[in-house]
T-cell receptor
Framework: LAKTTQPISMDSYEGQEVNITCSHNNIATNDYITWYQQFPSQGPRFIIQGYKTKVTNEVASLFIPADRKSSTLSLPRVSLSDTAVYYCLVGSGYSTLTFGKGTMLLVSP | DTAVSQTPKYLVTQMGNDKSIKCEQNLGHDTMYWYKQDSKKFLKIMFSYNNKELIINETVPNRFSPKSPDKAHLNLHINSLELGDSAVYFC?????????????FGPGTRLTVL
């Protein structure tokens, strides 16, 4: 299983763009990269998933370089409600998804 | 309608007791999971069932026994509760047993063992 490394915490202000980078140096050919968001006292929620290049949805963008050894979750114009823990996961097929400790994003006014 | 529901939301009990947590999903998914999130917020998978069959069983004490009466339900029974079992337990489901599939999580059950 590909291990992931992300910053423990990040701080931002409302209206800024936030980029959270995840390292996964031993990612396998078939592995996809998935990001989840967890608010306090709630279960994680799927945000975005990608394999290579760039993926965008109504919530975020995911940038994956050609070597796929890292990925960056981009949250445009964050608000206070984006304060949460963000998890980067890598896996394929029936492999177990390991959530790790995630990145605690704190958005201030 | 709640997609993945768990009961109870809070559970406080004494060491040595036996307790159960119930989980139901109305999404028609084939796969269900149990996760444990400890006080350090580390979220770790415990079990996974696909169409009522166990497919993932991580290193979990055998005091923990999942039961899937049908593919919409995955209950977690815990025998002889210990202090270290205190955590938040999350149930989740996905369309298939693949890490590609989005997992939908329940609201969690906070278990406190005294």
């Amino acid at each position: 299983l590909a291990k992931t490394t992300q910053p423990i915490s990040m701080d931002s202000y409302e209206g800024q763009e936030v980029n959270i980078t995840c390292s996964h140096n031993n990612i396998a050919t078939n592995d996809y990269i998935t990001w989840y968001q967890q608010f306090p006292s709630q279960g994680p929620r799927f945000i975005i998933q990608g394999y290579k290049t760039k993926v965008t949805n109504e919530v975020a963008s995911l940038f994956i370089p050609a070597d796929r050894k890292s990925s960056t979750l981009s949250l445009p114009r964050v608000s206070l409600s984006d304060t949460a823990v963000y998890y980067c996961l890598v896996g394929s097929g029936y492999s177990t998804l390991t959530f790790g400790k995630g990145t605690m994003l704190l958005v201030s006014p | 309608d709640t997609a993945v529901s768990q009961t109870p939301k809070y559970l406080v009990t004494q060491m040595g007791n036996d307790k159960s947590i119930k989980c139901e999903q109305n999404l028609g998914h084939d796969t269900m999971y149990w996760y444990k999130q400890d006080s350090k917020k580390f979220l770790k998978i415990m079990f996974s069932y696909n169409n009522k069959e166990l497919i993932i069983n991580e290193t979990v004490p055998n005091r923990f026994s999942p039961k899937s009466p049908d593919k919409a339900h995955l209950n977690l029974h815990i025998n002889s509760l210990e202090l270290g079992d205190s955590a938040v337990y999350f149930c989740a489901s996905s369309q298939e047993a693949s890490s590609y599939n989005e997992q939908f999580f329940g609201p969690g059950t906070r278990l406190t063992v005294l």
